[in-house]
Structures are given as C-alpha cells and as structure tokens.
C-alpha cells in the first residue's frame, strides 16, 4: 500500500526555519518524481516545488523561490521541504504528493503537516 | 498564464448527479488535467486524469460513479448517485513547463 506521511509541523516564529519531511513507503520510492504542496486555512491547493526521481531536476513555485528548499534521499524513501525566513502566509498545512510515473499529475498524497507561523 | 477556473460550490440532492467545471485559460484549451477530492479533515485523493478528447483514466478504486468530459477548453466532472460521502472540495490541476497549477476548488454539498 502507497504511504506518504508528512512530519515537521508545529508554532515556528517569524522569520524561522522549519524543516519537513515525508516518509514514503509501498512503492519504489526512487523511481518517482515528488511535490510539495500547501493549504492555508480555508484556502486552496498551492504548489510549491517539484524534484525529479535523481533529484537532478527541480522547480519552484515564484511565491517561494529562494526561500524553500526541496531535497530528497532515495536510500531513505524521504523526501524534505526546507522553509527559511518564516512568514505568517506561510501558515497553512504541508503535503507531499507523488507525481504518476507516465504523466505529469498527483496520482497519491499524504495526510499533510501543519505550519503555524506565529510569535 | 497557465490559469484553471472553477465555480466556488455546486449542489445537489442525495443520488442526483451534479456537474463540476474546470475552464483553462486562453490558449491552454487542449491541455490536459486531473481532478482531485478533499473531504473535510483529509489530505487529497487523485480521482482521474482528463484528456482533452473527453478520455480519462481513473485512480485505483475510484467509484464508476465518477467520470469525465470535455468540450473546448471546459473539463468536466460529473458526480452520478450522489452519496453523502461526495460531500467535499473538488480540485482540477494541470501543469505546464515547470510549473503545476491548481483550480480554486469546488464545494459539493450533498442536499
């Protein structure tokens, strides 16, 4: 069975770093390229990253660029968002989904972390 | 600008059917895109990916309840015997070169 359960949420400060991970399991993690993606309360869906199965490739949403870092570990079945100079708009919960092998959609997503941005 | 619009909610009664829209922007009408279901309190749930002929390809037990259409730059889906466990937000997503956008989302209710 596909899993990925996300971690690293909780209350960080303004201007803080945050580091989250997702653990995947049920399938071959390292043949999958992964995406991070957020959703502030009573809000939508926002992308924010993508990093190939090599993690050779990888893009950024323009709301997050050089504030974010995506990174993964294929011997680990993980995959991590990095998250400097907090922002109160950063407050919303994290997901991890997992991009279909043949195509270009989120075929599985976890349960999601929350990031509470607040002093 | 690679752009999806969806209406904010949509009704219908419990085992009626209910349509939802997702509109591309202009000159993205043979895109293609995946519709997405949240229900309250959970994470995402892919339902299928939509061709722009009208072909689709459904997630791993998704219901024969779900399917999708297209016309021009309209991507539908249709909800058949509504169940109360429908009730939820309905996500369409696209991408294009490196980049993947979502749709607003649309809030079923079941009546």
């Known amino acids: 069975e596909v899993q990925l359960v996300e971690s690293g949420g909780g209350l960080a400060q303004p201007g803080g770093s945050l580091r989250l991970s997702c653990a995947a399991s049920g399938f071959s993690f390292s043949r999958y390229e992964m995406n991070w993606v957020r959703q502030a309360p009573g809000k939508g869906l926002e992308w924010l990253s993508y990093?190939?199965?090599?993690?050779?490739?990888?893009y950024y949403a323009d709301s997050v660029k050089g504030r974010f870092t995506i990174s993964r570990d294929n011997a680990n079945n993980s995959l991590d968002l990095q998250i400097n100079s907090l922002r109160a708009e950063d407050t919303a919960i994290y997901y991890c989904?997992?991009?279909?092998?043949?195509?270009?959609?989120?075929?599985?997503w976890g349960q999601g972390t929350l990031v509470t941005v607040s002093s | 600008q690679l752009v999806l619009t969806q209406s904010p909610s949509a009704s219908a009664s419990l085992g009626a059917s209910v349509k939802l829209t997702c509109t591309l922007s202009?000159?993205?009408?043979?895109?293609?895109i995946a519709w997405h279901q949240q229900q309250p309190e959970k994470g995402p749930r892919y339902l299928l990916k939509?061709?722009?002929?009208?072909?689709?390809t459904k997630g791993d037990g998704i219901p024969d309840r779900f399917s999708g259409s297209s016309s021009g730059a309209e991507r539908y889906l249709t909800i058949s015997s509504l169940q109360s466990e429908d009730e939820a937000d309905y996500y369409c997503?696209?991408?294009?070169?490196?980049?993947?956008?979502f749709g607003g989302g649309t809030k079923v209710t079941v009546l």
């Open positions: 990093i190939s199965n090599s993690g050779d490739n990888i």
């Open positions: 202009s000159g993205h009408s043979r895109y293609a």
């Open positions: 997503q696209t991408w294009g070169t490196d980049i993947w956008v």
């Open positions: 939509l061709n722009s002929d009208g072909s689709h």
């Open positions: 989904a997992r991009t279909y092998m043949y195509g270009y959609y989120f075929d599985f």
